[in-house]
């Protein structure tokens, strides 16, 4: 299992991300689910990954290859790409073309593979974008309604951001929301885990404003997940009910 | 959609539904999912149900005409049982049995139904016992280090119980925890919701305590809920990152 989460926010968009990946219970590794692209100044993209490993990997290699490739162009390139939309399709054609494949291997097992992702940029000359991928590759965006998109484990971390999110919300309270939202899942699912990439956007930046690997342990994290396990019991005393 | 929980307490035991049923989203109903058997001083028995309505409510009919026939005894009343476990056989027997039924209808249309109980109760001579059934008829229990139970839509109202409910937890917070972890539910998913019913049974009193229909729009329920937003968002405030 997976927790990604993205906010998109007045002032900017904040995307955090957990690593652990297992097949089966017994074998738990650590991958990178956070990945960024940037032309400083110009285009910033993080893509945030949920599913299958060897769809996410294979799908990230293949966005980067085209890229490098001597025939890079606006249309196969998401640092070439017109507009962040180009680049959520970009990004949806190569998830839907690599899943496929792999899910036509697996079928001879009688097994599937599937994935998603959430796309989050700026170019300049145009606003932020968030999406969120489907597997099939369509896509849908984070809007003022809803400033957040979530893939994998998403229902323990929903309640604190459904109470404390709105596009005003600052880029420091967002920080604070996307780790507490994190720290709720943490608890619940074991197959989510630590560490965790944090990386802020601001906005009209055009780069990556600053981005933070969470070890397990972290002294700062622990206090704040212990002093918000304190706050929640100390608000449950208080209520009348 | 459901939300169902039960608290297994040294003081006691609190139980909470919703009553939200629905085929698709187009076709919503309100149904009682909270069903209560006694014989005052001599034993109490609260069943909450959750899954494909045809299955639940045929399986509380057999189970009362089971109690109703001139031929009850131990092994089919859940009134004559002479344990809890024995009780929560016979339920999960009759669920197990009315589920393979109505599946087996199904089936013509490529279809499956399920559902799954939470049968809790005392009998005199016995402790409290609470057991989560499992639509095959197998179950789990409540325990010192586990002390409550959820089906239906669990996710959302379980990171309050976490942090909160232990085994000494009494009857008063109990009651709050289970509406905070529902407040949290129903805010999350719109296929759990109002009105809810509520039941404390006391340790040893071998009746139902309290039950209490909460309807839509009820204040008391407002309020708590509104406080509880309120709570968590200064909460939220004071954390330090």
Redesign the interface.
């Known amino acids: 299992m997976t927790y990604c989460v993205g906010l998109l926010l007045r002032q900017g968009m904040v995307l955090l991300s957990d690593t652990r990946t297992n097949a089966g219970l017994d074998n738990i590794s650590t991958y990178r689910k956070m990945f960024t692209f940037e032309q400083p100044g110009e285009r910033v993209i993080v893509i945030l990954t949920a599913g299958s490993l060897s769809v996410t990997q294979t799908t990230i290699a293949r966005l980067r290859d085209a890229i490098d490739s001597p025939d890079a162009n606006p249309d196969t390139s998401i640092l070439k790409a017109e507009t962040m939309l180009k680049v959520g399709e970009i990004v949806g054609n190569a998830l839907a073309r690599t899943r496929a494949e792999i899910d036509g291997k697996l079928a001879a097992s009688q097994q599937g593979a599937t994935a998603s992702m959430i796309v989050a940029g700026q170019r300049r000359g145009g606003g932020m974008r968030m999406f969120l991928i489907y597997p099939e590759g369509n896509f849908i965006e984070a809007t003022e309604d809803t400033p957040f998109l979530q893939i994998g484990e998403h229902?323990?971390g929903?309640?604190?951001l459904?109470?404390?999110v709105t596009p005003d919300t600052s880029l420091e309270?967002a920080?604070?929301?996307v780790?507490?939202s994190m720290d709720?899942t943490l608890?619940?699912n074991l197959s989510v885990g630590m560490p965790l990439d944090l990386a802020v956007v601001e906005k009209d930046s055009f780069t990556i404003g600053s981005t933070r690997r969470i070890e397990a342990g972290d002294p700062?994290?622990s206090?704040?997940s212990q002093?918000?396990?304190q706050?929640?019991?100390?608000?449950?005393t208080?209520?009348?009910?």
């Open positions: 229902k323990y929903k309640p604190i459904d109470r404390v309270d920080r604070k929301a780790l507490l709720s608890r619940s700062q994290f206090a704040m002093a918000w396990s706050a929640l019991r100390d608000a449950f208080q209520i009348q009910i």
